[in-house]
C-alpha cells in the first residue's frame, strides 16, 4: 500500500511558477510509475505528466509541454514544477502511482493523493 500526499499548490498571477511535490508513506516509489494529474471545476480529471520508475520515459500531454517538468527526487519524493502558468492551467492537481505502465489515463493508476488545489489568476 501507497499513501501519497501533495503539497506545494497555492495561488499565483499568470506567469508565474510552482512547484508541487508528492511524498510517499509506507513504501518507497521505487518501482512505480508515477503520474500527475489535474481536475478543473465541472471538468473530468485529465493527464499531466507521468514518469516511468527511473525516470528516463517521461510523458506530457501537450497543453503543458515545455512549462511543466516531472522529476523523481529520491525514493519517497516526485516533484512537478510548473513555469510559465496560466489561467487554464487553475485545478486540482493530484499525483498517482501504478505498479507498471498501462497508459496515460486516471483508470491506469492505482494509488492516489488528496490533491492539492493551483490558482492562476489572470
Known amino acids: 500500500q501507497v499513501q501519497l500526499v501533495e503539497s506545494g499548490g497555492g495561488l499565483v498571477q499568470a506567469g508565474g511558477s510552482l512547484r508541487l511535490s508528492c511524498t510517499a508513506s509506507g513504501r518507497t516509489l521505487g518501482p512505480y510509475v508515477m503520474g500527475w494529474f489535474r481536475q478543473a471545476p465541472k471538468k473530468e480529471r485529465e493527464f499531466v505528466a507521468r514518469?516511468?520508475?527511473?525516470?528516463?520515459?517521461i510523458n506530457y500531454a501537450d497543453s503543458v509541454k515545455g512549462r511543466f517538468t516531472i522529476s523523481r527526487d529520491n525514493s519517497k519524493s516526485v516533484a512537478l514544477q510548473m513555469n510559465n502558468l496560466k489561467p487554464e492551467d487553475t485545478a486540482v492537481y493530484y499525483c498517482a502511482a501504478s505498479s507498471y505502465y498501462r497508459g496515460n489515463y486516471p483508470e491506469a493508476y492505482e494509488y492516489w493523493g488528496q490533491g492539492t488545489q493551483v490558482t492562476v489568476s489572470s
Open positions: 514518469s516511468n520508475w527511473n525516470g528516463d520515459t
